[in-house]
């Protein structure tokens, strides 16, 4: 090993699951052993490993580490001051390796965001109970630090909102459909030949875990328990290249969109597709990058960018955990202790927003006044509206609406009028716009 410039003690890890982020927390260690001694105050080793296949080729040197086919077992060695649990899965071996090196006070880092947005309140007191820490940087938005920024970066702001893409596959899979004039489908198995999507891509595309990020991040930001189950999720299945289309047509952008805000109302979490203006930050965002955008009181608007997933940003935001860790720095789970988190009251309806519409009418004389007389009745308002070509078939017109700020019940509304009027040749699209 590399002579470190410290003389305390080593901090030893045992790392649970060697998949691409686990091999890459192994690099950075074998690779950069002084760097982090320096920049640490003591050496960071490694001593134990676990994983499902003990001699399956790495690319690292793993021969140096004791092997456990236990990660419980891992997290109970005496030789293990930090497990890293980087296995996935909410629960299973990941959780039951967790909650026991926690019950015996070892600090435990992870990037499992599963598990924190099931299981994270009981992970919290119980890590605390023992005087231990729980961090899991990598679990939100890959190499960038977002959890740092809220948790110590803006400590002394009241946060107004959270937002942000947070799967970089969605992201990929739009920004391929609108630059290459591709369908979901076709830019879908791409994706999955590429290795992007996860063994249940409804995982990606059905918004599931960007919103598990989500909720993790409202959690520190609103001082409230984790609320996943209360998470509005929408995935982007549903979006179709004329959407992309007519959306750029009008200056937006569409985006697989987090946002969280607490209001009167009670706290708002939602991950759905969303029409962003084409030129703020969030609609210029390409592939598979990440973006957050956290609004505090005092600081304003601080917009975080980067590498979203990956070996080496994954593995960084893990090392970053550790190396706090080895410094002594001790933060709460989620930013304040436990037992002050809040359960969130749910709210009720989101706040008001303008929104897209897409609609097919059959070519009927004032079928356009009455889709019209649908929104006026439930009380909504049209900033703008569009009448295109006729499609393939002659007997129908694409339609195209961008109505003022209404809330979702009153579209809703609308929508249900709309179905009476029996001019519709087909469902009508209805894609909230955020202005971010």
């Keep these: 090993m590399p002579k470190s410039t410290s003389s305390q003690a080593p901090l030893r890890l045992g790392i649970a699951g060697l998949g691409t982020v686990g091999v890459g927390v192994i690099k950075i260690i074998q690779r950069k052993a002084n760097l982090i001694a320096e920049r640490s105050g003591r050496p960071v080793v490694i001593t134990a490993v676990s994983a499902r296949s003990r001699d399956k080729d790495r690319g690292v040197d793993i021969s140096g580490y004791a ?17 890293v649990e980087l296995m996935g899965g909410s629960d299973g071996p990941a959780k039951a390796a967790t909650e026991a090196a926690l019950a015996v006070g070892k600090d435990v880092v992870t990037a499992n965001k599963a598990m924190l947005a099931h299981h994270g309140q009981m992970l919290a007191e119980k890590a605390e109970a023992k005087g231990a820490v729980l961090r899991y940087e990598a679990a939100v938005a890959g190499g960038i630090p977002v959890i740092k920024a809220l948790t110590e970066g803006l400590a002394g702001n009241r946060i107004e909102r959270i937002a942000g893409v947070m799967n970089g596959t969605c992201n990929y899979i739009l920004t391929r459909m609108e630059n290459e004039g591709l369908t979901y489908d076709e830019v879908f198995a791409a994706a999955k030949a590429l290795g992007y999507l996860e063994a249940d891509p409804t995982l990606d595309v059905g918004g599931i875990d960007a919103g598990h990020k989500l909720a993790l991040l409202a959690a520190i930001g609103f001082g409230t328990q984790v609320d996943f189950d209360n998470m509005v999720l929408e995935g982007i299945e549903r979006i179709t290249i004329e959407d992309i289309r007519h959306a750029a047509d009008m200056g937006y952008r569409i985006k ?13 979490q939602r991950m759905t597709p969303c029409l962003v203006p084409a030129l703020s930050p969030l609609g210029q965002l390409e592939n598979a990058t990440n973006m957050v955008v956290l ?3 005092e600081v304003g608007q601080i917009v975080l960018r980067g590498a979203g997933a990956g070996e080496g940003p994954t593995a960084s935001a893990v090392m970053s955990d550790v190396l706090d860790i080895a410094r002594g720095i001790r933060i709460p789970t989620f930013g304040v202790p436990a037992a002050a988190l809040e359960k969130a009251t749910p709210a009720v309806a989101a706040t008001p927003a303008p929104f897209y519409l897409r609609m097919s009418l059959l070519d009927k004389p004032g079928a356009l006044a009455k889709i019209a007389a649908a929104l006026g009745d439930a009380g909504v308002s049209i900033d703008r509206m569009r009448q295109y070509g006729q499609d393939a078939n002659p007997e129908v017109a694409p339609v195209l609406i961008v109505t003022d700020a209404t809330s979702r019940a009153s579209l809703d509304a609308a929508l249900e009028g709309m179905k009476a009027t029996a001019v519709l040749a087909s469902e009508p699209v209805a894609i909230r716009i955020e202005n971010v």
């Design 67 to 83: 092997w456990e086919d236990d990660p419980v077992a891992l997290a109970l060695r005496d030789d293990v001051d930090v497990f």
């Design 256 to 268: 697989l969109l987090g946002v969280a805000q607490m209001t009167g109302r009670g706290l708002e």
């Design 295 to 297: 609004e505090g009181d």
